[in-house]
């Protein structure tokens, strides 16, 4: 599950200021799709201490990218917590250091290239496509395209998506249907040479009329769903 998180999200972001996080960045560190994404702000006690905090997950970090690492020299109380005050100089400096990386990773990417994240894309592509489409039926459409794709991963899959606010769930009558969250289509569209149909909106239309006549919604759906499409655009 939190490899599936890494995959979707432009930035994983660690603060390292108590003992659960430094747990938590030792388990990120050691699985390497979590590592690619995973930006670390620490004290600077930890990076320079003799402890495997330092020789473990601080040191694979380096490893991958010395750029993904920033270290301050807050404090901390003598029960262990952070001391507020002492961050407030370095303030500035790790927003700046957010904001870097968060500005630096690629607005879109071939879909060829979307490797184990592809199934998410389609997932979404599908519901904002829909509309609003049961889980029921989004299963069989995502099998269309992706064959190999089983109920237990898709389940799964759409679990991220909720937890990264990418689709709403709902439960009605004897279904649950899901919708987007956003009013963006995932996907731009490129046609090859010598296709005389090149327009990528009627297209859309036509696959969106067909989904919504294989899936007639209820209203009560069609109107939350379309209200949060708009809530998207206002």
């Not at 040191?59 to 002492?86: D, F, M, Q």
């Not at 898709?154 to 679990?159: A, T």
């Not at 009013?183 to 090149?198: C, H, I, Q």
Request: a positive charge; glycine letters at 2%; aromatic letters at 8%.
């Amino acid at each position: 599950m939190r490899e599936d998180i890494a995959r979707i999200s432009a930035v994983v972001l660690v603060i390292a200021e108590s003992p659960g996080s430094l747990a938590e960045l030792g388990a990120f560190t050691a699985n390497e799709t979590i590592r690619s994404a995973l930006r670390v702000v620490i004290q600077q006690q930890h990076e320079v201490a003799e402890s495997f905090v330092r020789y473990g997950p601080i040191e694979r970090i380096k490893n991958a990218k010395r750029a993904n690492l920033a270290v301050y020299p807050w404090r901390v109380h003598a029960n262990g917590t952070l001391n507020l005050s002492s961050t407030k100089p370095h303030y500035a400096q790790i927003v700046k250091f957010l904001d870097e990386h968060v500005s630096s990773v690629p607005a879109s990417t071939i879909f060829t290239k979307l490797g184990e994240a592809e199934i998410f894309y389609v997932i979404y592509w599908i519901i904002h496509l829909c509309l609003a489409v049961s889980t029921t039926q989004l299963r069989d459409y995502v099998r269309l395209i992706l064959p190999s794709a089983t109920d237990e991963t898709i389940k799964n899959k759409l679990y991220c998506m909720q937890l990264a606010g990418w689709i709403e769930r709902r439960s009605y009558s004897n279904k649950d249907y899901l919708w987007a969250l956003h009013d963006t289509d995932p996907f731009e569209y490129e046609f090859k040479p010598g296709v005389s149909e090149r327009v990528s909106v009627r297209r859309k239309l036509a696959v969106t009329a067909a989904l919504r006549k294989a899936e007639p919604l209820p209203s009560h759906i069609r109107t939350e769903a379309t209200a949060a499409r708009l809530a998207a655009t206002a």
